[in-house]
DNA sequence: CTGTTAGCGCGTTCAT
DNA sequence: ATGAACGCGCTAACAG
């Protein structure tokens, strides 16, 4: 059998013997080709099962119709929660998406970055990485129409979409709510003190004591790199302290169950000896002997639909002459208290 | 400020009074560039941050340097970590990937197949819909050159090229374990009956059955739809039997989450009443009170790497006279028992 | 109704 | 050392 060439919209013209553009048009669904001959086009390309090649298309649409999406990684389940919902979102709306993971490295981050824009995608979605200090990359999209979209992590400065979580809303009700249940010394477990969250739930603790009137004891307000190391070593250094923190509220449930995982080692009772709030509520949590009390709920499906959202808004408009005003949009999260269950 | 038209190469070659074929050389390095004209084009690239358009290259090489990946999912810890592999090793050799979901719906992993087609991708990494009958879609592709790889949900014909986990080893390994502790009365919880795992699971546990001349009671083999109703539903069949069964190897662990938590339910002592032992061996694991006694690891990461790998092979040798060998890689298990920690 | 032509951005001859 | 011309697959403007 003689190598098969790729089914194109020129061969199949040459083998029925029509112009290029009328098989074009048959396919397109064009009024002005006649029937018969938009049959026999359609069923020689079902027989070929042709497929437009859509870098052709992309050239002279100055149209990729694939969106970007860059997260620092999958296995966080905010962030496959929130692909997913970006993956629906776009799809309905005949996009590809095109999904990347920064590792949390800045470099790999430019990286993909530099080739998301090669490829012309119709807009890039994304969450920063822990550790990105300048988004330049992101800033030299502009040369290229192409807009971007943050979420969760994203840059501060006022010029660009994003889509955040109210931290400090959450925050405020986490300790309150500890509050409410008889604890003073609360303690925080924050992640890497660059990151606007970490800083977050620092002001939010501040001014939640402040309101109640409890003296601000920064060493009870600690960072870590996230890591079950990590989490035991400030653990170590939050029980030893006189009196020692009755209550905790960390960084994201991973910590927690680091956490909790540090309690049982060291015989503490969880939510009696020591009371533990995280951010996320994790599926997982549920299977748990002795869950976190409660949990921030962060919502990725939603944040991933709303910034997805705005994408499709920003490019439906792209040619349109309406002054551009850069979307600002809080999400606000939800305390979920994590009741024994009884049967 | 005019409305800044996107770098290209020949806009470059207007603003330096050049032709295009002199930028795209001195952008590509052809030694036969004057110097100072390089520098010239090179700094002007920068300024702009000039990206090539890979679909104007693409088009004309007939390669997009794109991998296409379709999973299940990516909530499943296997496959974030499957496609981590296959995202690495494919940046590593200058290639994107596309990633997509088919949320075990054949007619979205269908669309996405069709999309990929048009996209021209190089080639397709793929893990099969749960409920994915036939494959002529992925089958389409040849006509296009389309090379495919599959891994652990596979396809079950030869002239395919696949990685697959070897069910039969590690299942095998997983009952003889549970043998050696005493048990007899061993059940297995299925996912659905067309999957090929559950085939092989059952036909592994009746060759145990009988090596250890065993009464082979089907009633103990159940298929579920892997929801935990599903499983709640099948432990209160298995545990009405007479004699009721003292173990049970399940799907994954998150059907043995599930069963763990049927156990807490009804006052059963998990690896006491009743013992688990299950496939893939999740982080979480660790951090349960009664974790299953053990877990069959499945090496997701090597299995998107040795898929990754071929395709690479395929891809580099795509234009070679090598008579086409399928690849047919089989992964072992192992099986990883979960000590109680002592501290 | 259908064919011809041109051009999207790029690399690659072939000239000069 | 540089420019002109061509073509990848496709659509759209223009012709008939």
């Known amino acids: 059998m003689a190598v098969q060439s790729v089914p194109t919209i020129k061969e199949m013209a040459r083998q029925l013997n029509l112009s290029s553009s009328t098989v074009s048009r048959a396919l397109n669904g064009n009024q002005s080709i006649g029937l018969r001959t938009k049959m026999r086009v359609k069923q020689l390309a079902d027989q070929l099962s042709y497929a437009p090649n859509l870098n052709a298309i992309s050239l002279k649409q100055k149209k990729t119709f694939i969106i970007g999406v860059i997260v620092p990684n999958l296995r966080e389940h905010f962030f496959s929660e929130a692909v ?3 993956e629906d979102l776009a799809l309905q709306n005949k996009y590809h998406v095109l999904i990347n993971q920064s590792q949390d490295d800045p470099e790999r981050e430019r990286q993909i970055v530099e080739s998301m824009k090669s490829l012309r995608v119709d807009g890039i979605i994304a969450s ?8 330049d990359h992101f800033l030299a999209l502009r040369n290229y129409n192409i807009p971007v979209v943050y979420f969760d992590r994203v840059p501060n400065r006022q ?7 109210n931290m400090h809303g959450g925050t405020k009700d ?7 249940r008889g604890h003073r010394r609360i303690a925080i477990l924050n992640g890497p003190e660059s990151m606007a969250s970490s800083i977050e739930r620092t002001n939010a603790y501040k001014q939640v004591m402040i309101k109640k009137r409890i003296k ?4 009870l307000v600690v960072s870590t790199d996230l890591t079950q190391a990590g989490t035991f070593e400030a653990m170590d250094n939050l029980m030893a302290q006189h009196p020692r923190p ?6 994201n449930d991973y910590v927690a169950l680091d956490v909790i995982e540090y309690a049982k080692n060291t015989k503490l009772k969880i939510n009696k000896d020591l009371c533990v709030i995280s951010y996320a509520n994790l599926p997982i949590i549920n299977y748990l002997q002795t869950p976190p009390v409660a949990s921030v709920e ?6 991933g639909a709303k910034a997805a959202g705005i994408m499709m808004d920003l490019i439906k408009n792209n040619d349109s002459d309406e002054p551009l005003v850069f979307q600002h949009v809080i999400i606000d999260g939800k305390l979920m208290v994590h009741e024994k269950k009884k049967r």
């Open 128 to 135: 920063l990485s822990k550790n990105t200090q300048s988004c």
């Open 298 to 303: 962060q919502y990725p499906w939603q944040q």
């Open 246 to 251: 009755t209550a905790v509220v960390t960084m």
């Open 159 to 165: 010029d660009v979409h994003k889509v955040v979580f």
């Open 84 to 86: 997913c919902a970006i």
């Open 174 to 180: 986490a300790i309150e709510h500890l509050y409410n």
């Open 216 to 219: 601000i004891d920064m060493s």
